[in-house]
C-alpha cells in the first residue's frame, strides 16, 4: 500500500462539461445542459471530497443537484474508457504506474472510483476519486462504502501512507519446505485506526492469499544467487546479499512492498541463511 501522485485540478471544470455534453443517440438527446451554477454546485463537492480527503459524506451524493444532471454525470464516466472522448483521463492517471498501489503485485488496469459512482454520481469522472487499481483489487474492494474509519481504503492520492515499515513477513522452515505469512506488524509504529485499516484492507483484499501464489516465482530467480553468496562466504554473505537486494527492492517500489519485506525477513532467518535455503530453493 502506498501514497500516489495527487492529479491536478486544472482540467476538471472541462473534463465535467465534456463528460454531461448533450449528444444524439439512436434519435434520443441524451447528456445534460448544464447551467454555470450547475457546474458550481458540482465543482463545490469536489472541494467539499478534497477537504474530507474522501471520506463518505452525504453532502457528496449531490442530493441537490437534478436527477438528470446527476445520471448524465454518471453515464459520462464511460467517456474515459480506451478511445473515447474522455481517455486521456485513464491515460494519464494510468501514466508511470509500474504495480497497483494496494497489491504491488499487477499493474493497475482498470479505474476504480474510491467512493462507489453508483451512490456518488457526481464523482463518478472527478479525477481524484478515480485511482488506478489491478483487477483483483478492484474487483475484491467493496462497491459500498464504510462508515466506520476502521473499515475505510486509504486514499491513495489524498492520504499519506505512514512511512514506516508495517507489513511484516513471519518465515519458517518446516518439513523441508518454506512457510511464510504475512501480515500487519503489531508493533509498527502507527496508530490503532490506521493500523485497524490496514488490517481490514490486507484481509478483505486477501493480500496473503495473493502474496502466496508470487513468492515461489520470486524466490526462484534469486536461488542461484543466495547459493554463490554461501559459496564465498556463508551465512553472512547471504545475509548481507538478501539485505541489499532487500534496499534495491524497496527503492524500485516501496518500503512496504511484499519483495523487499520478504527479503528482510529472510535475511533475518538464521536457518534460511544456514543453509536451509537449499532445501526450500531446489535449483
Known amino acids: 500500500m502506498r501514497t500516489l501522485p495527487c492529479p491536478s485540478r486544472e482540467d476538471v ?121 489491478c483487477h483483483d483489487c478492484n474487483q475484491s474492494k467493496s462497491k459500498s462504502a464504510a462508515t466506520m474509519a476502521e473499515e475505510q481504503f486509504f486514499h491513495p492520492y489524498l492520504e499519506v ?46 493480500l496473503n492469499d495473493r502474496y502466496a501464489r508470487e513468492i515461489n516465482i520470486f524466490l526462484t530467480s534469486q536461488a542461484t544467487a543466495v547459493r554463490m553468496a554461501f559459496a564465498s562466504g556463508g551465512a553472512e554473505t547471504v545475509r548481507t546479499y538478501l539485505r541489499v537486494q532487500a534496499d534495491l527492492e524497496r527503492r524500485r517500489f516501496h518500503r512496504n512492498h511484499w519483495q523487499p519485506t520478504l527479503l528482510q525477513a529472510l535475511a533475518a532467518n538464521a536457518a534460511f541463511c544456514e543453509g536451509g535455503f537449499a532445501q526450500v530453493l531446489p535449483i
Open 161 to 206: 501512507i505512514p512511512d514506516v515499515d508495517f507489513l511484516r513477513a513471519n518465515v519458517a522452515i518446516e518439513n523441508g519446505g518454506l512457510l511464510i505469512d504475512f501480515d500487519i506488524d503489531p508493533d509498527a509504529a502507527v496508530d490503532e485506526t490506521t493500523r485497524a485499516r490496514l488490517t481490514h484492507v490486507f484481509d478483505r483484499l486477501k
Open 13 to 133: 471544470r472541462n473534463q465535467l462539461l465534456e463528460a454531461i455534453a448533450p449528444y444524439h443517440h439512436g434519435g434520443v438527446v441524451r447528456g445534460y445542459a448544464a447551467t454555470p451554477e450547475e457546474v458550481d454546485r458540482v465543482l463545490e463537492i469536489y472541494d467539499t471530497y478534497d477537504v474530507a480527503r474522501g471520506a463518505p459524506a452525504e453532502a457528496l451524493k449531490g442530493i441537490a443537484l437534478s436527477q438528470p444532471l446527476r445520471e448524465a454525470i454518471y453515464s459520462g464516466y464511460d467517456f474515459t474508457q480506451t478511445g473515447r472522448k474522455l481517455a486521456d483521463v485513464r491515460a494519464n492517471l494510468m501514466s508511470g504506474i509500474e504495480l497497483c498501489p494496494v497489491c504491488g503485485i499487477s499493474p493497475p488496469r482498470e479505474l476504480d472510483h474510491h467512493l462507489p459512482r453508483s451512490t456518488y454520481h457526481p464523482l463518478a469522472v472527478y479525477v481524484r476519486n478515480l485511482v488506478p487499481l
